[in-house]
């Protein structure tokens, strides 16, 4: 069965503004799989941005801690990233995978935070 991920929800926002992305999973038994969300920036490496794992437990990154919030339903095989308080360093690609799959990185989605 192939495995398929794909984001979606970016958009340009202002400055203190909120987005909601979701992270679409098929191919593989997600109810078991813990998740997770990054980010690129322009010339910047890849940053883990927070976690969830398959109990739900969550973990953020500090720089997002208390204004992003992870979440997944398992019914819809569906993780979610709500990002409150949007800052112009929050500007990136935004992607979702298991942090198992080392090399993965699907589409992204681009999410830009003007000041």
């Known amino acids: 069965q192939v495995q398929l991920i794909v984001e979606s929800g970016g958009g340009l926002v202002q400055s203190g503004g909120s987005l909601r992305l979701s992270c679409e999973v098929s191919?593989?038994?997600?109810?078991?799989?813990?998740f997770a969300w990054y980010r690129q920036a322009p010339g910047k490496e890849h940053e883990l941005v927070a976690s969830?794992?398959?109990?739900?437990?969550?973990s953020y990154a500090d720089s997002v801690k208390d204004r992003f919030t992870i979440s997944r339903n398992n019914a819809k095989s569906t993780v979610f990233l709500q990002m409150d308080s949007l800052k112009p360093e929050d500007t990136a690609v935004y992607y979702c995978k298991p942090p198992s799959w080392i090399r993965y990185w699907g589409q992204g989605t681009q999410v830009t935070v003007s000041s």
């Open positions: 191919g593989l038994s997600f109810s078991l799989h813990d």
């Open positions: 969830i794992n398959s109990d739900a437990i969550t």
